[in-house]
C-alpha cells in the first residue's frame, strides 16, 4: 500500500528517556502545549490536509503511538520540532518510524535547526529535509510536491543529486499573522486537562498559553533569533480578543498565559485589547512577560482592570556591569521602579534571572541575590545560562569559559558552561543559594500562603507532588537526571 501524499505526522519529542519523565517535577509543573505545531497543523488542515499530532512531551509513552500511526496511516511524512536538548531525541524518532514505514520522509524544523541548518543536514543522513525560519507555508508547498525537487522551495536545507547541501534562503515574504487561523488545539491529546502553567502561576484552572507576536526587536547576547530574525510581528487586537474568547468558548479556558517575548511593546495594541477586555469581559485573566521600557502607570492600570494577574521580567542579573555586556537598556534601577509599580497596581511580578553568563563571578552572583532581595518579587526564576547555537555569545563561547556542548543536556537545568574563575561545583552551590535567599523572605511565604484561596488548583497540585518538589528545591535539580 502506498503512502498517503496528503497525510502527514507533527511529533513534539520529549528530548530525554520517557521513564525519567514520571518523575520529572519541572515537567509536571509546567507542561505547555506545543503551539507552534499546532499552528502549524491549523494551517494544513485549513488547506484540505490530513494532519495529526503527537505531544511526547505531554504524553512521554508515545514510541508505541508514533510506531502504530505510521504502520496504519502511512503518512508521506513525519514532521519533527525541536530546541537544542530535543534534537537528538528527535533524530531516533525519526529512525524508529521509518522502521516501520522505509518510504516515510522525515522533515525537522525548530530553533536548533533553524540555528545550524546546513550542518545538521551533513551529520544526520537520518533527515530529508529541514525547515528554516517559519514553517506554515514551507511545510504546505512540501507536502504539495509530486517528488524531490527541493531546490525551488524557500526555507529549506536540502541534499541535492551530488549529495551537496543547499540552503534556499528564508521565505519573503513572512506572513500576515491575522491571516493564520487559531491553532488546531483540537488536534492535542487531552487538550487543556493534559496541559498546566507553572504552579502558583494563575489562579483558576483549565489554563493555557497564547502566542500573539512572533520574534522580538532586541539583541541580548543570549538569545537566539534565527526563527524570526531581528523581526516583530504581532496579532491586532480584535484578532487576540477573538482568539481568547474562542479558548474560553470552545475549551473552558479560565486563564492565559500569553507566551509572547515582548507582550507590550506596541503600546497601542495593548490599549485597544484591554479596551476590548473591559467592555466585553470575557471572565478569562492572563499574564504576560514584559520590558520595563515598554509599560507605565496608566498601561498597568487599564492591563490589571482587564484581567491581569502576573508580569513577568526579563532581569538577567543584579550586577551592573556584567548586565551592560549581555543586555540593551541595562538599567536596573528602571527595572527596580517598575516591579515597584506593577506592585503598587495589585499585579504580581516573576522576575527571570539567569546564572553563569560569560563574565558572572562570584561577587556578580551575589550582587543579583542583594538586588532581588530588596525587590518586591512575588515568583523567581533562575535559569542556568545556556550559550545555544544561533545566539550571539555561541560564536566565540569556548573564549568564555568551558562548554560542554552535550545538546541532550542544554535545556538550562544544567551548567554546561563555565565562566573562567568558576567551577560547576561553585556555580552549583550559588544557584542553589539564590533560590533558598528568596524563598526564605516572609513576604513571599506569605505570598504562597495568600495563594490558598488566590490558586487553590495550585496548592491542589502541589499537594498531589509535595515529595518531588521539595526534593527538587533543596537539590535544585530536575528529578530524572540520575544525579
Known sequence: MDVNRQRILLVHPLGYASDSAKQDVSRLANIMPPLGLAGIAAYLLERRMEVDIIDCYARPDSDQAICRYVREQRPAWLGLSCTTSSFLDAVRIAELARQELPELKVVVGGPHVSALKEQLLEDYPQLDVLVVGEGEETLYQLLKLEGDEYSALDGVVYKGNDGSVHFNGYRQ???????????????????????????????????????????????????????FQRTFRFNSADYLYRHVKHLRDCYGIRHINFYDDQFTFHRQRVIDFTQMMIDQPLGVTFNCAIRAEHVDDELIARMKAAGCWMMSLGIETGDPDLLAQHRQNPDLQMLADTIRLIKKHGVRVKGLMMVGLPGETEQSVKRSMDYI????????????????????????????????????KMDCMRFQFVPHGLTVERLEALFLDFYKSHFRRKDVLWGYVAMLWRSPHSWWRFAKNVGGFLSFARKGKRLGDGE
Request: aromatic share 14%; charged share 20%.
Open 173 to 227: 515574504p513572512a506572513l500576515d499573522l491575522d491571516s493564520l487561523p487559531f491553532p488546531a488545539y483540537e488536534k492535542l491529546v487531552g487538550f487543556p486537562e493534559a496541559y498546566q502553567l507553572p504552579i502558583f502561576n494563575y489562579p483558576k484552572a483549565p489554563n493555557t498559553s497564547c502566542i500573539s507576536s512572533r520574534g522580538c526587536p532586541y539583541a541580548c547576547s543570549y538569545c537566539d533569533r534565527s526563527v
Open 373 to 408: 532581595l530588596k525587590l518586591p518579587i512575588d515568583d523567581l526564576n533562575v535559569a542556568k545560562f545556556t550559550p545555544f547555537p544561533g545566539s550571539p555569545l555561541y560564536q566565540n563561547i569556548h573564549e568564555l569559559g568551558t562548554f560542554d556542548e552535550d545538546w541532550e
